[in-house]
């Protein structure tokens, strides 16, 4: 069983599309070899932790106390906690949170959904600033990858991407919320995919990713 870790943040869709065709999948061979087994948030009202209950899945509220903690701090607990769970692989999805060198080095095996191409966009707002920049005429391309999570934020490893053609398609009359709709329908099969992919390399490597 390939055993899955995944962190939100908030409403938890994307986790929700991952539940629909994991954990409770049964046409899938591959889902079947697959499983979340935990939620953590780092948010109390994150409703994709009601998500992860109401399909039994075990879940983690951690939240940030700035106030009270330091950054360093909250990371030491999170790699602490994360140590306790028994997992192949943490999946950030919607993760609202940048994770430490020290946690990286204690937990590498981590990815990230992001709403950019490779070598464009990083950080917040990511399917915003490409809409924007293809009407300022600064990229033809938007899309989504998935990318193993190192220090340097959204510029991991590409394990897996989408690239959505702007230029000269239906996107150059398109609204902004429609562009929004599309990418965030492209995400959620695209880490399904990254997530098979690594559940092959899994079984075919002796168990390494």
């Known amino acids: 069983m390939f055993k899955i870790l995944v962190l939100i943040s908030g409403n938890g869709t994307t986790l929700q599309h991952l539940i629909d065709n994991i954990n409770n999948s049964s046409n899938n061979s591959i889902s079947n070899n697959i499983k979340i087994v935990g939620v953590i948030s780092n948010k109390e009202d994150a409703f994709g932790l009601t998500r992860a209950k109401d399909n039994n899945i075990s879940t983690y509220c951690f939240p940030f106390k700035k106030n009270q903690q330091s950054r360093e701090s909250y990371d030491t607990q999170l790699t602490n906690l994360i140590s306790n769970i028994d997992y192949d692989l943490i999946v950030c999805a919607g993760w609202m949170h940048i994770l430490n060198s020290q946690f990286l080095t204690k937990h590498p095996k981590i990815i990230n959904i992001h709403?950019?191409?490779?070598?464009?966009?990083?950080?917040?707002?990511?399917?915003?600033?490409?809409?924007?920049?293809?009407?300022?005429g600064e990229v033809e391309q938007g899309g989504v990858m998935v990318h193993w999570v190192i220090p340097d934020v959204d510029a991991g490893e590409v394990i897996s991407q989408y690239i959505v053609q702007l230029k000269g398609t239906l996107f150059e009359s398109a609204t902004y919320e429609y562009y929004e709709q599309e990418i965030k329908k492209i995400e959620k099969n695209v880490l399904l995919n990254a997530i098979h992919s690594l559940h092959d390399r899994h079984q075919k490597n002796n168990k390494q990713i």
């Open 115 to 136: 709403p950019a191409l490779p070598n464009s966009y990083k950080g917040m707002y990511c399917i915003k600033k490409t809409f924007e920049g293809f009407k300022k």
